[in-house]
């Protein structure tokens, strides 16, 4: 799957088990990008080149990389199952236990093709609704982080 379809499952997914806030929805975002790391034209991959080093979809695709995620932080690791979870459903599919080679999931929607297209315009309507559902508690927080980073800020330069 294409990286905007990963990042808009992402979001869905912090709004929909989470809350709007910067705390869930950033480490979600990033989640749900992470795995693709090991490719080289992935959003993250073009900053951080370790596709040279690590064989696409493999462990950064499997349960270790979920566990490993979920240590640093709940939220990260909910965006990386979401990302996992829409790998599944591609022709490659999973291996969910590497190295263990067998891959699990159902081939059913070809990454780049129209049914990912129409799968990504789906998440983008519903990502849409819940954002105006909640914008109220999202632009909140944002003012409240700003807040707290300006006076952290201030408190560190006087
Ligand atoms: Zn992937």
């Known amino acids: 799957m294409k990286g905007t379809t990963h990042l808009a ?12 806030t910067l705390g869930v929805l950033i480490p979600v975002a990033v989640g749900s990008l992470l795995p693709d790391i090991d490719h080289q034209n992935s ?23 979920l566990g490993l ?28 236990f590497y190295p263990n080679r067998t891959r699990f999931g159902i081939k059913f929607i070809k990454t780049g093709g129209p ?11 519903g990502l849409f609704l819940s954002f105006q559902a909640q914008q109220d508690v999202f632009f909140a927080n944002v003012a409240q982080t700003v807040s707290i980073w300006t006076q952290y800020i201030f408190n560190f330069l006087t």
Request: hydrophobic fraction near 45%; charged fraction near 10%; proline fraction near 7%.
């Open 9 to 20: 499952m992402g979001l869905l997914t912090g709004f929909t088990f989470g809350s709007p």
């Open 43 to 65: 959003i993250l991959g073009k900053y951080l080149p370790l596709g040279r080093y690590i064989k696409h979809r493999t462990w950064t695709h499997s349960v270790y990389a």
């Open 69 to 96: 995620a979920y240590l640093i932080n709940p939220w990260l690791a909910l965006g990386v199952a979401s990302h996992i979870f829409l790998d599944m459903l591609t022709p490659a599919r999973v291996p969910l």
């Open 115 to 125: 049914l990912e297209s129409l799968l990504r315009l789906g998440l983008c309507y």
